[in-house]
T-cell receptor, first 111, second 114 residues
Framework: DAKTTQPNSMESNEEEPVHLPCNHSTISGTDYIHWYRQLPSQGPEYVIHGLTSNVNNRMASLAIAEDRKSSTLILHRATLRDAAVYYCILMGQGGSEKLVFGKGTKLTVNP | DAGVTQSPTHLIKTRGQQVTLRCSPKSGHDTVSWYQQALGQGPQFIFQYYEEEERQRGNFPDRFSGHQFPNYSSELNVNALLLGDSALYLC?????????????FGSGTQLSVL
């Protein structure tokens, strides 16, 4: 399974944008980039995923580098409820649907 | 529409005992996966069930076994419990389409082995 590298922790202020980086230099051409987050005492929650193009949804935006070796999850206006551990995960095409979690980035949001 | 539901939410067992955890997938989903999450770590993949068969398995001993029923619900069984089996056990469901699909997770069962 291809690996990802994320900072252990990041800090942000409420209502400011947050950019969470992820490096995946060994990504294959068919790997999708998935982001999940886990709030305290809950199971992981899907945030967003993409293959090559930047993606937007109601929760966040995903910016994918042209060479696909890195990506950035963007929370446009952080709220206290966004405080969580964010996981960047590569999932292959072909229906594996198996997630290989690293340690993720713990995001702290200050009021 | 209920999401993924797991039961029980908490469980306390002693070493050597056996435990069964249960999961009902999100409506319309046919694939169930189980993950183990130790304190402070990311979830680790145990195995995945599709069409009542174990489809793929992570690096877990045979003490961990599972089952999927015709209604797609699933059970995780752990025999001969060890102290190190204390963890949050998460169930995730998805619809297997062959294209990288998102997973929906339950809130987990917190297992404590004394």
């Amino acid at each position: 399974d291809a690996k990802t590298t994320q900072p252990n922790s990041m800090e942000s202020n409420e209502e400011e944008p947050v950019h969470l980086p992820c490096n995946h230099s060994t990504i294959s051409g068919t790997d999708y980039i998935h982001w999940y987050r886990q709030l305290p005492s809950q199971g992981p929650e899907y945030v967003i995923h993409g293959l090559t193009s930047n993606v937007n949804n109601r929760m966040a935006s995903l910016a994918i580098a042209e060479d696909r070796k890195s990506s950035t999850l963007i929370l446009h206006r952080a709220t206290l409820r966004d405080a969580a551990v964010y996981y960047c995960i590569l999932m292959g095409q072909g229906g594996s649907e198996k997630l290989v979690f690293g340690k993720g980035t713990k995001l702290t949001v200050n009021p | 529409d209920a999401g993924v539901t797991q039961s029980p939410t908490h469980l306390i067992k002693t070493r050597g005992q056996q435990v069964t955890l249960r999961c009902s997938p999100k409506s319309g989903h046919d694939t169930v996966s189980w993950y183990q999450q130790a304190l402070g770590q990311g979830p680790q993949f145990i195995f995945q069930y599709y069409e009542e068969e174990e489809r793929q398995r992570g690096n877990f001993p045979d003490r961990f076994s599972g089952h999927q029923f015709p209604n797609y619900s699933s059970e995780l069984n752990v025999n001969a419990l060890l102290l190190g089996d204390s963890a949050l056990y998460l169930c995730a469901s998805t619809l297997l389409t062959g294209i990288s699909e998102k997973l929906f997770f339950g809130s987990g069962t917190q297992l404590s082995v004394l």
